[in-house]
């Protein structure tokens, strides 16, 4: 994927108490996947490859900046974790972290056999909370359909279980785009997700390019 790098300012709310100040943001622009996103400065990007995570590790560690690096380590450690690195166009996460689950946003797009409108998005909203619901131990909020910058979505909101006795909490946008479906995921420690606005911030800064 070839992303574009473009430095701004715009503010984000990062959490509820937050200092309301702007903060320094970055704006990656992919065209062949057909989005505009724009996180915080401290959210890092996640390269799709081994190679250049393994890179990026050894220039962190260069740097002095063992933390960072180890957080990079953690998206190589398995199997499992470096398969993942291409399930998305796009992930990226916060650090330092807020809590014992990462917070982090993810990417997909889908290609799908009709264009989905406003009305198919309570329906296709019922379909993912079944499918999320699947999981022993996950709560899902009932979606609800929202308006973005980008167009009508899907949300849907909710807690499912972790490995170490922990909950996360994700939010998930349902974004429909011609034949093509945006999944744009969001998460985080579940005691941290009523105050996680920068969520929506991203989401509302999500745009088609």
Do not use: C
């Amino acid at each position: 994927m070839r992303l574009a790098l473009l430095a701004g300012a715009a503010g984000l709310v990062l959490w509820v108490g937050a200092a309301a100040a702007s903060q320094p943001t970055t704006t990656y622009l992919d065209k062949q996947a057909g989005f505009q996103i724009t996180l915080p400065k401290t959210w890092h990007y996640v390269p799709s490859s081994v190679a250049t995570v393994q890179a990026t590790v050894k220039k962190l560690d260069r740097e002095k900046q063992t933390g960072l690096a180890s957080a990079y380590a953690l998206l190589i450690r398995n199997a499992a974790a470096r398969a993942s690195l291409t399930s998305f166009v796009f992930q990226a996460f916060l650090y330092p972290a807020l809590g014992s689950v990462p917070t982090g946003v993810s990417l997909g797009v889908v290609r799908t056999s009709k264009a989905y409108g406003a009305a198919d998005l309570p329906s296709l909203g019922e379909t993912f909370a079944k499918a999320f619901a699947m999981t022993k131990g996950a709560k899902i909020d009932k979606p609800a359909v929202i308006s973005l910058p980008a167009g009508h979505a899907a949300l849907l909101e909710g807690t499912d279980p972790v490995p170490g006795g922990l909950s996360a909490g994700f939010a998930f946008y349902l974004i429909p785009h011609g034949k093509l479906l945006y999944e744009l995921g969001f998460r985080t420690e579940a005691s941290l997700l009523p105050k996680a606005t920068v969520f929506a911030a991203i989401a509302h800064g999500f745009v088609f390019a």
